[in-house]
C-alpha cells in the first residue's frame, strides 16, 4: 500500500491564475504561469540536510518494544535507529536518504516456547518497519517533485488555455494522463491511466511573494481498491528559504477484504542549507 501512496500523495504541481495570450506555443504560456509558485529548484543553495522524524512510528516501536520486554521478562527487546534517519536534498543530485534500521535483540531464549510462532512475529515487526520507512521516503519524493520547476523532459504539454484567473491544461507525465484546472489559489486535477484513476483537490497560499501547496485531498480507485487521503502541509523559512516542516496525512483505505485507517506525521527538524 505504501507504494501506491506516491502515486496518490503527488498531486501537487504547477498552477494558478495569469494573463490572456494569444501564443501558438502552449509551453511558453505555461512557463509564464508557473513563475508565481515556489520552486525550491530554483533557490540559491548546493544542498539541504535534515532529519526526518515520525512521531507515530516512534511511538509504536516504544510500545512494541515494551510488550515484548513483558513477554519476554527483559530478554528481548526492539532496538531501532530511528533518531539518524536524515534527508539530503542536492540541487545536482536531488534526495538522498540516511535510512534508519530496526533489529530485535535477545539476550536469553528461555522464554521462547514456539519458535516458529516467534521468527513469524520477529520478521512481522522487521517487515512492518522497513514498509514504513519505505513509503515515508516515497512519500516525501512525491512532495519534494513539486518543489522542482517542470521542463520537457519531465512533462509533456498537449494543451493550455487561460481566461481571465482561470486555467485549464493537460499533460502526460510519465504514464499518467492528468487535467488541471486552477482558479486563483484552488486547482483540481484528474489523473488516468490503465490501471487506475486519481481526483484531486488542491489548495495553495503564499511563503514569501510565491504560491505554494498548503492541502490537498485524493481520491484513488483501482480494481479492488479505493484510497481517500487528506494531507495538510506546513512550512518553515531557514535563512531565505522556505522548506516544509511538516506533512500530516489522514487515509482510509477500503478493499473487498476489509477497511484501513490512519494518520501519519512527517517532520522535518534540524535544518541546515549549505
Not at 539530503?88 to 519458535?115: A, H, M, Q, W
Not at 495538510?232 to 477497511?259: E, H
Request: with cysteine; net charge negative; hydrophobic share 30%.
Amino acid at each position: 500500500m505504501k507504494r501506491i501512496l506516491i502515486g496518490v500523495i503527488a498531486i501537487l504541481c504547477l498552477l494558478v491564475q495569469s494573463k490572456p495570450s494569444l501564443s501558438n506555443d502552449p509551453w511558453n504560456d505555461y512557463e509564464k504561469f508557473l513563475q508565481q509558485f515556489y520552486f525550491l529548484s530554483e533557490q540559491s543553495f548546493e544542498q539541504i540536510e535534515c532529519q526526518v522524524v515520525l512521531p507515530e512510528v516512534e511511538q509504536m516501536l516504544n510500545q512494541q518494544s515494551q510488550q515484548l520486554k513483558e513477554a519476554s521478562k527483559g530478554a528481548a527487546e526492539i532496538i531501532s535507529n530511528l533518531n539518524n534517519f536524515r534527508m539530503t536534498y542536492s540541487k545536482s543530485k536531488g534526495l538522498s536518504f540516511n535510512e534508519p534500521s530496526v533489529e530485535i535483540k535477545i539476550t536469553s531464549e528461555d522464554f521462547i516456547k514456539d519458535r516458529q510462532k516467534f521468527e513469524t512475529g520477529k520478521q512481522a515487526i522487521i517487515n512492518g518497519y522497513n514498509q514504513t520507512i519505505k513509503g515515508t521516503i516515497q512519500t516525501i519524493q512525491g512532495v519534494f517533485d513539486d518543489y522542482i520547476e517542470p521542463d520537457k523532459n519531465r512533462i509533456s504539454l498537449s494543451s493550455f488555455n487561460l481566461s481571465g484567473e482561470r486555467a485549464e491544461y493537460k499533460y502526460k507525465q510519465e504514464s499518467m494522463d492528468v487535467t488541471r484546472v486552477c482558479e486563483k489559489n484552488h486547482c483540481t486535477s484528474s489523473s488516468k491511466n490503465a490501471q487506475m484513476d486519481v481526483e484531486s483537490d488542491e489548495n495553495y497560499d503564499k511563503v514569501g511573494d510565491k504560491l505554494a501547496i498548503q492541502s490537498a485531498s485524493a481520491t484513488m480507485k483501482q480494481p479492488g481498491t479505493e484510497i481517500h487521503l487528506k494531507t495538510n502541509i506546513k512550512y518553515q523559512q531557514v535563512r531565505d528559504l522556505f522548506f516544509p516542516s511538516s506533512i500530516s496525512s489522514d487515509l482510509q483505505m477500503q478493499t473487498s477484504m476489509a477497511k484501513t485507517e490512519g494518520k501519519f506525521d512527517i517532520q522535518f527538524k534540524d535544518v541546515k542549507v549549505k
